[in-house]
């Protein structure tokens, strides 16, 4: 059985730092690739960052230059590493492996 389990999250003041944590069990970690995503109140989910197998990331425009995404692939992990947070950054945050998803973890950035 497949398991995404994420921790991190939290509330934040903006311009602060959070990082994520994803642990994966129950699938070949290193064979796929990774992924983090934010859902806002009302707005649909989106990518913000990925890694493929050979750990190459992807951002989108709103996370480059402040976050990063990595992963460790002997400890079944992937981070995202975020910086310069905003308000705007607020919601609750997923990670995908393959075509699996975690339960999420909130990100309130907030003063």
């Known amino acids: 059985q497949v398991r995404l389990v994420e921790s991190g999250g939290g509330l934040v003041q903006p311009g602060g730092s959070l990082r994520l944590s994803c642990a994966a069990s129950?699938?070949?970690?290193?064979?796929?690739?990774q992924g983090w995503y934010r859902q806002a109140p009302g707005k649909e989910r989106e990518l913000v960052a990925s890694?493929?197998?050979?750990?190459?990331?992807k951002y989108a425009d709103s996370a480059k230059g402040r976050f990063t995404i990595s992963r460790d692939n002997g400890k079944r992990m992937v981070y995202l590493q975020m910086t310069s947070l905003k308000s705007e950054d607020t919601a609750e945050y997923y990670c995908?492996?393959?075509?699996?998803w975690g339960q999420g973890t909130q990100v309130t950035v907030s003063s």
């Open positions: 890694i493929t197998r050979d750990s190459r990331p």
């Open positions: 995908k492996a393959g075509m699996f």
């Open positions: 129950g699938l070949i970690f290193s064979t796929v690739e």
